[in-house]
């Protein structure tokens, strides 16, 4: 195949203008593909030669072979080093340490199939990179950040969502169980992480953990994204019941008011995007160093059973209740209680 200059401008070009990319990032690539494919042909037992690949602006394309002047030729160093003598032949004024550069082009320039697939392979690899590139640096700084998905398609128990014109997937871990995705709905995910490895670039989103309920409460409480009103803490068992305990320094501020809204809009908002998950907001009352704000945390993380009492001693809290409250402070699937425990830091004993 006979390299055409005016087919290489033209691929340039293209590249430039339908893809956006940098016009020398363009001419770099192209230049080690020609380089790639010129070794694969005409230097295929030279791995260590050194060549240099120039493309002009008409898309003319020069080979140049580099070596480097030395008084003495290292052992397995023959493709890479000349003899001062041997220099001077090709430059009159040529130097020790010198490194010429001496124009190699064949008339015509062809490549064989081979060759030409090489260079493709080349081609490709390294506009692969440059994607990897511009798809890290569109999301390394949404970490931490709601994301707008839009579902492009179910497979088995993971959902394929289309992120800001990235493919990704939902696991099912990360989902919101028991919730049924349809094909071209919009749904919101939380970009965890973002994170490189070898074969690419890896987005971790979720819908799952306390975290997609904080991101949730700063898009919509504002008093909370200008840290009037604080979460404290949230323990979520998702799909099912979220528990979290806020506060404020300012007491003309009702925080539990803050994150449920006038006549229920805030919260409501939230519940509607997590599939009947319940969610338990509970105002932090005192200092938790304190026995009684404690106790009082352990009360308000049971509800909705009616507690009699409660001790608290060596990471444990012992509460006593009526028998027929047993069942509220438990909750269905033990969420209650299990949620309770995790949000005061305490094992929960019920007699």
């Known amino acids: 195949m006979r390299l055409n200059g005016q087919q290489i401008k033209e691929a340039i070009e293209q590249l430039i203008g339908e893809y956006k990319y940098d016009p020398v990032q363009v001419l770099d690539i192209m230049k080690m593909g020609i380089k790639t494919a010129y070794k694969k042909d005409y230097m295929p037992h030279e791995r260590k030669a050194q060549v240099a690949v120039s493309v002009a602006g008409d898309g003319e394309i020069k080979i140049y072979r580099l070596r480097d002047v030395v008084d003495e030729i290292e052992e397995k160093e023959e493709e890479r080093q000349m003899l001062l003598a041997d220099a001077k032949d090709i430059k009159d004024d040529a130097a020790l340490g010198d490194t010429l550069t001496i124009e190699i082009t064949p008339d015509p320039l062809e490549f064989t199939r081979i060759g030409v697939q090489a260079a493709a392979q080349t081609i490709k690899q ?17 970490e931490g950040e709601l994301l707008k998905a839009k579902v492009l398609r179910v497979i088995a128990e993971s959902i394929v969502l289309d992120v800001d014109g990235a493919t990704v997937v939902l696991p099912s871990q990360w989902q919101v169980p028991n919730r049924v995705y349809h094909t071209g709905e919009e749904i919101i995910v939380y970009l965890k992480q973002i ?81 009947g998950e319940k969610i338990d907001i509970i105002e932090r009352t005192g200092n938790l160093d304190d026995e009684r704000a404690e106790i009082q945390l352990v009360r308000d993380a049971l509800k909705p059973a009616n507690i009699n009492s409660v001790e608290i001693a060596d990471g444990k809290a012992i ?15 033990a969420i209650n209680i299990k949620l309770a425990s995790q949000l005061t830091g305490l094992r929960i004993e019920l007699v």
């Open 195 to 275: 994170s490189k490895w070898s074969g690419g670039i890896n987005l971790d989103i979720t819908q799952g953990g306390p975290e997609f309920i904080d991101a949730l409460l700063k898009r919509i409480v504002p008093e909370y994204e200008e840290g009037m009103v604080t979460i404290d803490k949230i323990v979520r068992i998702t799909g099912k019941r979220t528990k979290m305990l806020v506060s404020t320094d300012d007491e003309k501020i009702d925080p539990v008011g803050v994150f449920v809204g006038h006549r229920g809009d805030r919260i409501n908002t939230i519940l509607s995007l997590l599939n």
């Open 126 to 142: 390294k506009l692969k990179n440059i994607e990897r590139e511009r798809f890290f640096e569109k999301f390394q700084d949404k």
């Open 319 to 333: 509460v006593k209740l009526p028998e027929d409250q047993k069942a509220l402070a438990i909750g269905k699937w």
